[in-house]
T-cell receptor
Framework: AQKVTQAQTEISVVEKEDVTLDCVYE???????LFWYKQPPSGELVFLIR??????QNEISGRYSWNFQKSTSSFNFTITASQVVDSAVYFC????????????FGQGTRLTINP | NAGVTQTPKFRVLKTGQSMTLLCAQD?????MYWYRQDPGMGLRLIHY???????AKGEVPDGYNVSRLKKQNFLLGLESAAPSQTSVYFC????????????FGPGTRLTVT
């Protein structure tokens, strides 16, 4: 069975601090996708990144960066110089390429950036 | 393009009442999904569909039924609502074998009293 674990339920930091959100997954598939979604207080789900299991290169997008390590089954997300607008719930998710491309979500991490 | 839309946005039901949530997508996606989101539990898959006329159970299907009579619409029904079904419901759609990204609707907040 597939499983995604986000052990950090809530994180609170002061603005401009760097913060890392952890994501650990379990799957028997050799090919899969990993995702991060952001859910701001307004409630919608915002797509942040998709990573193929064959591509272990880290990715940086502005203040956001992602570290994918297949050896430890982790896909961590770092926000550099955090801002109040980064306050949200962040979800990590795993997609099997077989069947109906179903997503398995982690429990989510509520990130609060204090001014 | 509207993307994925959900109707209604909010609803309050009494225990035992029934209702239908409508999801519509205009991206010609083959796959559609219904999730529920509860505090501390992330999103959990209720039912999904891989094409018009087909549906399948997800992780938490009990108490819900679905139908996909048209490719662009995916309906979620509650025949006899229970307080345990108080949740935020998200619909999503995806293109088969393309980017594997699911596109989400804005959500429906349902309260059962």
């Amino acid at each position: 069975a597939q499983k995604v674990t986000q052990a950090q339920t809530e994180i609170s930091v002061v603005e401009k601090e760097d913060v890392t959100l952890d994501c650990v997954y379990e799957t028997r598939d050799t090919t899969y996708y990993l995702f991060w979604y952001k859910q701001p207080p307004s409630g919608e789900l915002v797509f942040l990144i998709r990573r193929n299991s064959f591509d272990e290169q880290n990715e940086i997008s502005g203040r956001y960066s992602w570290n994918f390590q297949k050896s430890t089954s982790s896909f961590n997300f770092t926000i550099t110089a955090s801002q109040v607008v980064d306050s949200a719930v962040y979800f990590c998710a795993l997609c099997s390429l077989q069947g109906a491309q179903k997503l398995v979500f982690g429990q989510g991490t509520r990130l609060t950036i204090n001014p | 393009n509207a993307g994925v839309t959900q109707t209604p946005k909010f609803r309050v039901l009494k225990t035992g009442q029934s209702m239908t949530l409508l999801c519509a997508q205009d991206m010609n996606h083959e796959y559609m999904y219904w999730y529920r989101q509860d505090p501390g539990m992330g999103l959990r898959l209720i039912h999904y569909s891989v094409g018009e006329g087909t549906t399948a159970k997800g992780e938490v299907p009990d108490g819900y039924n679905v139908s996909r009579l048209k490719k662009q619409n995916f309906l979620l029904g509650l025949e006899s609502a229970a307080p345990s079904q108080t949740s935020v419901y998200f619909c999503a759609s995806a293109s088969q074998g393309f980017s594997y990204e699911q596109y989400f609707g804005p959500g429906t907040r349902l309260t059962v009293t």
